[in-house]
């Protein structure tokens, strides 16, 4: 089974960052069809910012929920874009589904991400088929909970 530490969050928000910078102008292509064209520089200056704050924390004293609502805070102070108060939701309910717990589990994990989806569901009170995030959100969250109820790991 995988284990997810503060140090594998902060490196997960370092990928994360990576691959938004790499996609920063094919997110900002799709949000232009029906949107202001800015998505991809909204998530790459978000997820910078929550990458350089949890990177900064100290592991010894940092749990995940320390962790997530780091990266909501400094998501949301580099966003002025809608995608910011949607994603310090989803990171502050990440954060409260897994209070208390030093290191995440499959479970832990999977119930942090379905907390996520539903942050961002209600913030926006949008619903799948709406055109929003929650189109990639929603079926993410169901096929996660799907997949550790069907015994699958967060690895494989
Ligand atoms: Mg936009």
């Known amino acids: 089974m995988t284990t997810i530490d503060t140090t594998r969050l902060a490196a997960m928000f370092v990928a994360i960052t990576d691959a938004m910078s790499a996609d920063r102008d094919r997110l900002c292509a799709l949000d232009g069809v029906i949107g202001d064209a800015d998505h991809g520089i909204a998530m790459e200056l978000g997820f910078a910012a929550a990458r350089d704050a949890v990177a900064v924390l100290d592991d010894g004293t940092t749990d995940p929920t320390i962790l997530l609502n780091t990266a909501a805070k400094s998501f949301l102070n580099a966003v002025g874009a809608s995608s910011g ?72």
């Open 85 to 156: 108060p949607l994603y310090a939701t989803a990171f502050m309910r990440g954060a409260a589904a897994v209070k208390g717990k030093a290191t995440l589990d499959d479970a832990d994990a999977v119930a942090m991400f379905q907390a996520m989806a539903r942050g961002i569901q209600d913030r926006g009170k949008a619903e799948p088929g709406e055109k929003t995030m929650i189109d990639a959100w929603a079926p993410a969250a169901t096929a996660a909970g799907e997949a550790l109820a069907a015994g699958k790991g967060l690895a494989g």
